[in-house]
């Protein structure tokens, strides 16, 4: 059996002395998998993410996270610094000091692989939030991540490019074997995961299948 691709145990971080957000939390993510995380305001999804992320250090409890690691903010603007789609895309390789020749294909691939290529010269500003968070994805895909975590990716778009999105990251995850981890708050997402994780109190108190864990949420509402 292959290791996961994230795997969380014991995990324990305050962000105030008395007060625990996560408490002996563990969690794991398969490679090639497609996994939702679900959970009330204020249950620490997005705290947990920045863990897996090495944005935060736990106060204890391990995390092994396969390198590289991509991560899609909730809203693009927050994330996307250049002026145009390829340039944006082109930043996040700075610091693999690759050649020009490298860092165009890696590009064009990235954006080929997110249905992007036409927008390569296109100026950021005058995109729709589908189409910025996809370059986002794309940033991470050109860093060949092997685990992508995403924050509410589609808390700020309408219905139809919060689909078009989801299956995208659905299509990415097979095709390329990566890992996702995904936090929503938006059940009808549960339709195209491969698993699901609910967080209450601190830890992950039920895992598996996506559809029961959406119907156990739709009663709980
Ligand atoms: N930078 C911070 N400093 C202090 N407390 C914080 C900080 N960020 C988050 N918190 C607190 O940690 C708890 C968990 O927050 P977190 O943002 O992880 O929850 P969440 O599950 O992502 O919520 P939401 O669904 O609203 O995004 C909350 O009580 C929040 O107020
Ligand atoms: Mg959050």
Partial sequence: MTSPAVSVQDLYFS???????????????????????????????????KL?????????????????????????????????????????????????????????????????LDFQRRPIYALSGGQKQRIAIAGAIARRCE????????????PDAQIELVVQVQNLVKSRGIAALWVTHRLDELDYCDGALLLENGCVVDR??????????????
């Avoid at 002996?24 to 490679?31: G, H, I, K, N, R």
């Avoid at 736990?58 to 996307?80: C, M, R, T, Y």
């Avoid at 598996?208 to 509402?221: F, I, S, T």
């Fill in 147 to 158: 685990v992508l975590i995403l924050d509410e990716p589609t808390a700020l778009l309408d």
């Fill in 15 to 49: 962000w105030h002395q008395d007060k625990p957000i996560l408490k002996s939390c563990s969690l794991t993510v398969p490679q090639g998998e497609f996994w939702m995380l679900l959970g009330a305001n204020g249950s620490g999804k997005s705290t947990l993410l």
């Fill in 208 to 221: 598996g299948e996506p559809l029961r864990l959406k119907q156990r949420l739709m009663r709980e509402d």
């Fill in 52 to 116: 897996l992320a090495g944005l935060l250090v736990p106060q204890s409890g391990v995390i092994e996270v396969k390198p590289p690691v991509g991560f899609v903010f909730q809203n693009p603007d927050h994330q996307l610094v250049m002026p145009t789609v390829g340039a944006d895309v082109a930043f996040g390789l700075v610091e693999e000091n690759l050649s020009a020749i490298a860092v165009i294909a890696r590009v064009r691939e990235a954006l080929d692989a997110m249905n992007l």
